[in-house]
């Protein structure tokens, strides 16, 4: 090619006796397991009630390296006491001990190991015994040995408190006074090394990393509520609190590199000549708010409840702070009425009306300037002063402007609107809900794109609209019901799409997505793909010429952003399940599958496995259907070393359906008898069977068609085949 000999990387000899090659999948994967065990313990008296649990959980992934043990200890206790007085407490404490392995899409060096995996080529040893390393590709020296990344350590450990006590009082009758005190306290360490034996550890000499968060969230909550009924057809239920809540968000980290050996880990920072990483951040954020709802039912029929909350959060500038939410809801039973009682068919009629507002604040710290301590470490003890931060550069220490003032900035607000009917038939044995939903967000909190003379890249505002909008359907029922046998199914099925109502600008991109007003967040603008030209096996993609006339290129870097055109959307059309219940007298089979209709996915993970010439990495079997003069018909193109361009630039060729159908659950049980539960002296006792993820059919090729609806894969964890079997217990 342009004049320089093509030299090939193997010989016949070398392809002749490459033998079966390197399962990479299979090295780095294992049969994973499960276990799980409960312990709870209950009783008391007429004025104190108490209840204790333990939880043990342990899983083994079906990735190497990769599990997750938990202990979980779980504290009630209420107590009554001068008649009209009830106290409580409750505490649950979580320990999560994981072992993690080097996951996501990273690339090159820091490549997941499920993605290294696929692209490893399976001509390339796994660990070479004579010299005790793990080799890597020649061609692609920058990708690790998939095999080599079992060798990393990486320790997570969460330590978690959920505290809760209340008092209550009921001095008159249907009035309830109610105090609360809540804390949630997270703490989360993580704790990673990388040896040498790794390609990073090697081309950094080890690599050492320590991280810590810190969460705690209190909340102060006063309710009184008043629950009268009159004349046995007006009842009333009156609500007015007041809470108060307060977020702390700590978070420090080290690294280092450049050991003298691995053995010390993360447990000797200091002994690392690299670069030092230190790092720490401090937030605060507070919320307060007073909430009020009234609701009236009218003769057990008619039913009326109105909100109203009023919602302070600290990240917004004074003049912002508040943000009013009202809400109202409507019910009416109709089969409740005197012109339906005698429908004998008709078990429930009901229909449900709702409108009502919610806030959202979440502008991660605060939004307008002032001064505060923001540096590389990202600190900040002020959490809303998050202008200027303070960077060491070469040892000395500055201030620069790190984020402009927004001072106008305010909650985003969500207008929910819902519509629903509930039915019944034949005392319930057919019964279901039909349900409208929209969802319109006003004022999201976006950030702005700047121009770069401004010095900043964007700013945060209050800017656009969107709408969200879907049916829900659920049906279930009962095609058989005698004594010993019953048949329960069900079925729901939910559409739901996504319009913009209004931009900040004519047209705003994400990736291979356009946003445009009557448009949806969701909608893949794309290159088209023309296919492969017979003659020359090169790919070809469609673009417009001047004249707006639609021609084919050779030459991708022509294709400009206007030659991109809407090929579909990422959200599915319709998801759902159906679920089946039989039972036989003590037996009791069920499944549950779940499924996607419709909707598109960029299947990133296939595009790795695509390669327009000799790169090294492992390929799709559908190369093997590549152009040839032999095979001038096909979507694959031809193999060469100099391409005009690259033919897994992004196109709609990779854009694929997301259907998808998933046997999610089987479930075999059995109950003990009466008799034998009597001579054992237990309450009750059953075993059962299940199996989990046992069968997939879909279109998209990749390891789990079950994605995001952000519509790309990224060699995530897929969902494992689990067979599990337990028995249940009670004294």
Known sequence: ANGVAYSRPYSDNDIAGAGPGTDWLGLITRDGQIQEHNVNLQGGSESTQYMVSFNYYDHQGIVKNSGMTRYTAKANIDQKFLNIFKAGLNLTLTRIDNDNTQLGSGQFENSGIIRSAIQMGPNIQAYDEATGTYPINPLLGQQPNPYSLLNNTDKGRTDRLLGNIFIEAKPIAGLTLRVNAGLDHANVDRKTYQPRSTLNGKNLNGVAYIYNTDNNQYLMEATATYQRTFADIHSINLLAGTSYEKFNYDASELGNNNFITDAFLWNNMDAGTGTKITKSTSTENKMMSYFFRAGYILKNRYLLTATLRADGASVFAKNNKWGYFPSVAAGWTMSEENFMRNIDWLSNLKLRLSWGQTGNADISTNAFASYGAQGNDQVGYYAYQALYSIRNNLGESGLHAYRLATPNLSWETNLNTNIGLDFGFWNNRLNGTIEYFERRSKDLLFSKDLVPSSGFSSMDENIGAIKNYGWEFQISGYPIMTKDWKWKLSFNATTYKNKITSLPAEEMWSGNKKWVKGGSLYDFYLVEWAGVNPENGNPTWYRYNTNGEKITTEDYSSTTPDDKVKCGNSLPDWTGGLQSDLSFKDFTLSFLFSYSIGGKIYNGDKV????????????????????????????????????????????????????????????????????????????????????????????????????????????????????????????
């Open 608 to 731: 790795s496995l695509m390669s327009q010439g000799p790169t090294g990495t492992g390929w799709s079997v559908d190369m093997l259907d590549r152009w040839t003069p032999e095979n001038p018909y096909t979507d694959v193109p031809r193999l060469t070393t100099s391409p005009k361009s690259s033919w897994t630039n992004s196109s709609n060729r990779f854009l694929v359906d997301r259907s998808y159908l998933r046997l999610k659950n089987i479930t075999f049980s059995y109950n003990l008898p009466k008799s034998l539960l009597n001579t054992l002296t237990l309450k009750d006792a059953s075993i059962f069977f299940q199996a989990e993820n046992m069968l997939t059919l879909a279109k998209q090729q990749g390891l789990d068609p079950e994605q995001t609806f952000g519509g790309s894969t990224y060699y995530r964890y897929p969902a494992m085949k689990t067979i599990s079997f337990g028995i249940n217990v009670k004294l």
